[in-house]
């Protein structure tokens, strides 16, 4: 059984910063990509910031140059540093990872709120 662990998050002033970190723990075989989502009422789930098991990072247009995404192999561990944060940022954030044999899981929401 696998499990994702999500801490952090919160309400946070406009400029301001959190950290996210989500934890992976089970029989995961190895972790290929390793992802931040986050939804908003009345849209899709996207795509914040994803990183590979070689470290090449991807981020969601809206917060590139503010978030940062980094991950730690021998915890099984990825984390989130999102800086300057916007109201605009506001969301429930989830983890996602992939492993190689072609299974994918979800860590549970973690709120995100950012006051103007």
């Known amino acids: 059984q696998v499990q994702l662990v999500v801490s952090g998050g919160g309400l946070v002033q406009a400029g301001g910063s959190l950290s996210l970190s989500c934890a992976v723990s089970?029989?995961?075989?190895?972790?290929?990509?390793m992802g931040w989502y986050r939804q908003t009422p009345g849209k899709q789930r996207e795509l914040v910031a994803a990183?590979?098991?070689?470290?090449?990072?991807n981020y969601g247009d809206s917060v590139k140059g503010r978030f940062t995404i980094s991950r730690d192999n021998a915890k099984n561990t990825v984390y989130l540093q999102m800086n300057r944060l916007k109201p605009d940022d506001t969301g429930v954030y989830y983890c996602?990872?992939?492993?190689?044999?072609?299974?994918?899981?979800w860590g549970q929401g973690t709120q995100v709120t950012v006051s103007s």
């Open positions: 996602r990872i992939t492993n190689s044999v072609g299974g994918s899981y």
């Open positions: 089970g029989s995961i075989f190895s972790i290929n990509n």
């Open positions: 990183i590979t098991s070689g470290g090449s990072t």
